[in-house]
């Protein structure tokens, strides 16, 4: 899957010097996988997105509301956490980067959900 986000850059310029460093060690390096994610600001509403979805996805808005337009959603499948959708939601969204590399159940994604929205 191409990433054309800046960020990405970024990360894999990091990504490259961590295995620079184990392999002069002896080390094990580890191939890049990136969790992919966009985010765009439209008039006065943030719209972000992680993670690798699929049409056929468990669907759950864990937090806020469409009619209220700002609301996070999660989307799982076969018990995994696939994605995350947010709109005006940031708090919420974000720390589920992390939970996307762990590769976190998705009953497990839910909870993490509840604690962030408190």
């Known amino acids: 899957m191409r990433i054309e986000h800046w960020t990405n850059a970024a990360e894999q ?35 972000q997105f992680l993670g690798r979805p699929a049409g056929d996805d468990e669907v759950c808005i864990v ?12 989307y799982g499948s076969g018990g995994r956490l696939r994605g995350v959708l947010g709109l005006n939601m940031p708090r919420v969204v974000m720390p589920f980067r992390a939970h996307l590399e762990q590769r976190i159940s998705f009953v497990d994604a839910l909870d993490v959900a509840a604690d962030l929205v408190g």
């Open 13 to 47: 310029g990091a990504h490259v010097g961590t295995n620079l460093m184990a392999w002069s060690a002896g080390e094990p390096t580890h191939a890049y996988e990136p969790v992919p994610f966009f985010w765009s600001e439209q008039y006065d509403r943030r719209i």
């Open 63 to 74: 937090a806020g509301s469409v009619a209220d337009r700002k609301f996070a959603t999660l």
